[in-house]
């Protein structure tokens, strides 16, 4: 009697942490728009940063949203009306009442940017929450517009209790002669730009490892013809950006920046510095897998040409799982991980998934006959 051939069994998943170059807090504060926002001012659009009181930061952390009663109306929206009733008792049903002079530094601040600001946390903004406004935007003409967007967004919220995760050196003790650093000491402020109508196609995420332009792609999901003849000048822009700015004067020598470059004729071949990330699993790669720029070497013997990445024309990649826009949002960690690592890590999560339902299947099986036999 022929056995049946045994089932082969796969390697231990390897999740993005596993091949990583190691992630510190040193570098994410590093990437904190107010560090770093100092240095590269004059590469950045107009901007105004405000520190942020205890007292604002519980009122984001709070659940519920309660908007301020000195704009045009004011909006509640909790779990349930006995909640609004204890507020009212408590006094607390305008919120700014506990921080009016930063409230009033706020609405005083949009008004010396022209009236309309984009506003953001240290490190994220609240872009997936701009579904709760009226333009489907973040441009913000009030503080209230701020607030809602803020208390409705998940990418605040991780700002506020998970920067640090995945950190190496997350949960050990700081040297005696260092402050121990985690959300509850970490200064936060609210960074105000001045809002302009940025062209999606126009924008652009690079990628840097040892201090080496590895990589670059086009930020928004879609197709526009007019990009493939403009891809030897813009990453000429985008090259000489880096190696002018940030090759030798940012503290981390792996990173990721965002520029924005305009395609008016007043400001051709302009180009302005928008955000940093972390050289991190947090930090979304778009057009690549993390597995796949990883793989780039960086070291200085090896010269490869840097790609520039866009969207072609019915390229089922911009819609595939592996990149949509907030997929960490959306999916669980190990759908998404397996996504960036690329199609093997695919197919060895979907075998594994395979297995776990077919033991499943059999213990079922087998109780229903047990079942029987009783």
């Not at 990453?235 to 924005?260: A, G, Q, W």
């Amino acid at each position: 009697m022929v056995s049946a051939p045994e089932s082969p069994i796969l390697a231990p998943a390897r999740t993005l942490r596993d091949i990583f170059p190691p992630v510190r807090r040193s570098h994410i504060l590093n990437c904190s728009y107010p560090k770093w926002y100092t240095t590269y001012r004059s590469l950045t659009p107009k901007t105004r940063i405000i520190p942020l009181t205890l007292e604002f930061l519980s009122y984001l952390r709070e659940d519920g949203i309660v908007l301020p009663s000195d704009e045009e109306q004011i909006t509640t929206l909790s779990d349930s009306e006995d909640d609004d009733d204890d507020d009212e008792e408590d006094g607390h049903s305008d919120p700014t009442a506990r921080f009016p002079e930063l409230h009033q530094k706020i609405k005083d601040t949009i008004s010396e940017l022209g009236g309309r600001v984009a506003p953001k946390l240290n490190w994220s903004s609240p872009k997936d929450a701009t579904f709760m406004t009226a333009n489907n935007t973040s441009e913000c003409r009030t503080a209230s517009d701020i607030y809602l967007l803020f208390k409705s967004s998940d990418f605040i919220t991780h700002d506020l209790e998970h920067e640090f995760d995945e950190c190496i050196d997350e949960g050990v003790p700081a040297p005696d002669d260092e402050p121990e650093l985690d959300h509850k000491n970490i200064q936060y402020f609210l960074v105000l730009r001045k809002w302009f109508q940025i062209n999606p196609s126009m924008e652009f995420r690079c990628f840097v490892r040892g201090r080496r332009l590895l990589a670059v792609t086009q930020r928004e999901l879609n197709h526009f013809d007019f990009l493939e003849p403009m891809k030897r000048e813009l990453l000429f822009c985008i090259r000489e950006f880096f190696d002018e700015n940030l090759k030798h004067t940012f503290p981390d020598d792996s990173f990721v920046f965002d520029v924005y470059i305009p395609l008016t004729e007043a400001e051709k071949r302009k180009t302005w510095l928008i955000d940093i990330n972390p050289f991190a699993p947090r930090t979304d790669s778009i057009l690549f897998s993390w597995a796949e720029l990883l793989q780039l070497p960086y070291d200085e013997e090896t010269r490869l040409p840097v790609e520039l990445r866009l969207v072609k024309r019915g390229d089922p990649e911009a819609y595939s799982f592996a990149t949509p826009q907030y997929s960490t949002s959306k999916l669980p960690q190990e759908v998404v991980q397996a996504g960036l690592e690329g199609d093997e890590a695919i197919w060895e999560f979907a075998a594994r998934w395979k297995e776990i339902v077919g033991r499943m299947e059999e213990k079922s099986s087998e109780g229903e006959k047990t079942g029987s036999a009783a």
